[in-house]
């Protein structure tokens, strides 16, 4: 026997009995403000529990949001239905249905809602054959059009008992909440106790969090540590998806938290102010003149996602208006953050915040410039990470999609199956699209070719120069095609890459140059003359750089430079001085092999990194020697 977690919001018209309901249901009264009992409507959000057994024997807990009908806080009431697996949908028997009952059904559609049980109040007034009849009308064509009517009156108890095994059974058929191991707890109330401290409530979705994990809470980005958990007054170890959870930070300030904002873990993406989505205008709004004029572009909205409530701007990818019944892509400018996911749904209200507008779906949570399709699948990993590639070029394994509702091990699956199918390319922890990969590949081939045939002296084409002429600023991008390159015809010497096949070597015209060069550094081996004497020319620097490269010449300090032999005669000249007189100074060596400080420093430097010799003090010593 298991024990699955839901969460159930209320919603309906303003006195049509929602929160009576609850109490029926529950035993718990959800309005807990003075003012709401005062007034006797609900102001802002209420909560409860309902325990259930479904037919198969497994437990249920169902945590109920109970939301305010009334059109002064629709608001309050989207912050409560932001992530809920059924709606509880209350129509009254005396009025019928009103217009919060629309307003709260296309919210509902809007945030992709797809369960609901209709729970007729007041039955005992009469008119159920009617207003049954009416509901069906206003459900058609909605994912709630064959949703159970439940007739009930908490006057007289009248199927309070029915309506609870229809909500059991509804429960029963859906999903349990999935853990992709990316929590987000939509913070809805924010409170603090004595000698406890800030405590935060709200839904968790999309993974588990336990008592003593590391925590942040954006968009203020504040790191800490969660001390304890309840639901429902119980103490937890660990909260699962899909239950009503509170949270102690007794780290944070209560003012430093407030109502929309998301605790999470950390390493799963950032918070943003640029969405690019895809806004729908539902069609039911051309039968109200309100708000069934177009959206226009630019327009100043609200957007309702999870908890939060954010100003933001519009823009329509094809800088038009948006009319009732149809759907664009658009681009979202937030006056703060949010930290949204790929899929994720909203709610946008005008900026006068009286009506709701449309709603939308996350597409981009980081904004691109480039847009995506319209038509990719969003609950479908291979297509999100195939279209994600098209779009972008390439992406970092681990980070991509990181705010999507995808686990980590279904993108590595997906990434694997697209390899296997050559949709894309995956080397080291770059995942890329095929043609741009493709692309890439050919314009670095290019570019070490060309370095190859313009100056064939040279090693290869140095690394710093190929990542500049390629324009790639991410380093791991280039590290992964240097290893591509070099799983083929190509191998990577030092700070240059090459063909495999490639021999450098002077041309003709500069043998003469090379020469000189020796002659010049053969004429005084061990204190030949300056590098600026040397390259004299361009020629000549160009000649100097293919000795160094090729290890004919030794490259001591910038100005200082000596043939390979001359080396090796001074390095075995030294230890044979140093084993038979014992540690000796630099000056003492320059006058031995007959150089100058210029030279001996550096050279025995170069010793020194070599694990020739040591320094003690102002003289060398061979490393195997122990000090005087």
């Known amino acids: 026997m298991t024990t699955r977690h839901f969460i159930i919001a209320t919603a309906g018209h303003v006195d049509h009995g929602k929160s009576a309901l609850v109490k029926a249901l529950t035993g718990t009264n959800p309005d807990r403000l003075p003012e709401e009992k005062k007034r006797q409507i609900t102001i802002d959000l209420g909560f409860a529990a309902l325990n259930v057994t479904a037919p198969n024997g497994d437990k249920i807990h169902a945590g109920i949001v109970d939301v305010p009908g009334h059109e002064d806080f629709v608001r309050n009431m989207i912050a409560g239905v932001g992530s809920i697996d059924l709606a509880l949908f209350v129509v009254a028997a005396d009025d019928g249905w009103m217009p919060q009952s629309e307003e709260h059904l296309q919210i509902l559609n809007y945030l992709g809602v797809q369960r609901a049980v209709i729970a007729l109040t007041k039955s005992d007034l009469g008119r159920i054959d009617v207003v049954t009849n009416q509901i069906r009308g206003q459900l058609t064509d909605t994912p709630f059009a064959d949703s159970p009517i439940v007739p009930t009156s908490v006057r007289t108890g009248t199927g309070i008992e029915k309506l609870v095994n229809t909500l059991t059974v509804q429960l029963a058929r859906t999903e349990s909440p999935r853990n992709i191991s990316k929590p987000r707890l939509f913070i809805d109330r924010v409170f603090t106790l004595r000698g406890i401290g800030t405590v935060v409530t709200g839904t968790l979705t999309g993974g588990s969090l336990r008592r003593g994990q590391q925590i942040v809470v954006y968009p203020t980005n504040l790191e800490t540590r969660i001390r304890s958990i309840q639901s429902h007054g119980d103490e937890l170890e660990v909260a699962q998806p899909g239950m009503r959870t509170a949270i102690n930070l007794p780290d944070l300030r209560v003012d430093q938290i407030k109502r929309g904002d998301v605790v999470t873990l950390p390493d799963h993406g950032a918070p943003s102010s640029t ?354």
């Open 275 to 628: 969405l690019i989505v895809l806004i729908e205008k539902s069609s039911r709004l051309n039968g109200d003149k309100t708000v069934a004029h177009p959206l226009k572009n630019g327009s100043s909205i609200y957007v309702h996602h999870g908890a939060s409530r954010v100003a933001a701007k519009i823009r329509f990818r094809e800088n038009r208006s948006l009319e009732a019944g149809k759907e664009k892509i658009a681009h979202l400018t937030l006056a703060s953050p949010i930290f949204a996911f790929i899929g994720d749904r909203f709610v946008v209200r005008d900026s006068s915040e009286r009506h709701t507008i449309a709603g939308g779906i996350v597409l981009d949570p980081d904004g691109d410039k480039e847009s995506p399709a319209a038509n990719v699948t969003l609950d479908n990993v291979d297509s999100l990470v195939h279209a994600t590639l098209a779009r972008r070029g390439f992406a970092r394994r681990e980070s991509l999609l990181s705010k999507s509702r995808f686990s980590a091990d279904e993108i590595s699956e997906a990434l694997k199956s697209l390899e296997e199918s050559g949709g894309i390319v995956v080397c080291q922890h770059i995942a890329a699209d095929c043609e741009f990969w493709r692309k890439l590949h050919a314009q670095a081939i290019g570019l070490i070719d060309a370095a190859h045939k313009e100056s064939p002296e040279r090693a290869g084409i140095d690394r710093v120069e190929l990542r500049a002429a390629l324009r790639i600023q991410e380093a791991e991008v280039f590290d992964s095609l240097v290893a591509d390159l070099c799983e083929g015809d190509f191998v990577r010497k030092g700070s240059v890459i090459a063909r495999t096949s490639h021999r450098p070597t002077l041309p003709a015209h500069l043998q003469p140059v090379q020469q000189r060069i020796r002659e010049a550094l053969t004429g005084q081996p061990f204190d030949p003359p300056s590098r600026k004497v040397i390259e004299s020319d361009p020629q000549a620097r160009q000649v100097a750089r293919f000795l160094i490269e090729n290890g004919a010449v030794i490259e001591l300090a910038p100005d200082v430079v000596l043939l390979r032999e001359s080396f090796e005669r001074m390095k075995s000249q030294v230890t044979q001085f140093i084993s038979k007189n014992g540690p000796a100074t630099v000056s003492q060596l320059r006058q031995v092999l007959g150089s100058s400080r210029r030279v001996m420093v550096p050279f025995l430097e170069r010793l020194d990194r070599d694990g020739i010799t040591r320094r003690a003090g102002d003289k060398r010593m061979l490393c195997g020697m122990r000090n005087l």
